[in-house]
């Protein structure tokens, strides 16, 4: 019977224990429930603010600056939960320290691709629309993220970079400036009027609207080929228009010299047969 007694006592403090502790601790619990629902959402809502904002002003900053912003604050939100459960913070970051110099050795090249995406914000050698030539790529930049740079190539190629490989790398700014200069060779035949084919080469240039005049056009013998009198042909043209020029300028200084009876020499050899007795 004592042993009977003894067991319900026992059960009956653990029961009061449990109770004192649920009514401790169960509204803390609570209110850091509610503050991690509502803290996420808050912070939702910032980063989309920020989002909408520095989209129209800043877009080359704003994936790369929302991201970062927002691990951040979910951070501070998950440590400051964890003070109002009554877990202490010195320890908890004393944890998230430690477990963040291990991670940072597992992942090390990420860091090299973190610290790339910030020299790239701070040096800002191409930001977000511009046409880039970056690891054996061609193609304009979609987005830089905390990590990675994003090229949408000519041929719809979705190509993700590291950020380390572009701040350690050459790469090619192609639309940094407003103006380019398209640089063409034209080759005609010795017999031809040189004179003739550079006035012809002028004209061309001088009733397409995108050749501009300043700096000045070039048009001069660059050389004697093998079988050709090579015309340099340099005019500065809008960035934009760079490659359709360049495209329909062949096209018409084909048809151009063909109907002023300028030929377009293309390689050929003789072969002389000799007969012996």
Request: glycine share 8%; net charge negative; aromatic share 8%.
């Amino acid at each position: 019977m004592e042993d009977l007694f003894g067991a319900e006592g026992n059960a009956s403090e653990l029961l009061d224990q449990a109770i004192s502790l649920t009514m401790a601790y169960a509204p803390k619990v609570l209110l850091a429930i509610i503050t991690l629902i509502v803290g996420l959402w808050l912070i939702n809502r910032l980063v989309g603010v920020l989002d909408a904002k520095l989209g129209k002003k800043d877009p080359t900053l704003n994936k790369f600056l929302c991201g970062l912003i927002g691990v951040v604050l979910k951070i501070l939100l998950l440590i400051s939960v964890a003070s109002m459960v009554g877990i202490a913070t010195t320890s908890f970051i004393a944890i998230i320290g430690a477990a963040g110099l291990a991670i940072g050795f597992a992942l090390q090249g990420s860091l090299s691709n973190f610290a790339g995406g910030v020299l790239i914000l701070i040096f800002k050698p191409f930001k977000v629309g511009d046409t880039i030539e970056a690891q054996g790529f061609l193609g304009a930049v979609d987005e830089i993220s905390i990590l990675y740079t994003i090229v949408n190539t000519f041929d719809n190629r979705r190509i993700v970079i590291p950020n380390g490989s572009l701040s350690n790398a050459t790469l090619v700014n192609v639309s940094i400036y407003d103006k380019r200069r398209c640089d063409m060779t034209f080759g005609i035949g010795y017999g031809d009027d040189i004179d003739k084919a550079k006035a012809i080469l002028k004209r061309l240039m001088e009733e397409d609207e995108r050749s501009l005049v300043d700096p000045a056009p070039r048009i001069c013998v660059a050389g004697l080929g093998d079988s050709s009198v090579n015309l340099m042909f340099r005019v500065w043209v809008p960035t934009d228009d760079l490659w359709p020029y360049y495209w329909e300028m062949q096209e018409k200084v084909k048809k151009a010299f063909d109907a002023e009876g300028i030929t377009i020499p293309f390689p050929q050899r003789d072969v002389h047969l000799y007969q012996t007795e």
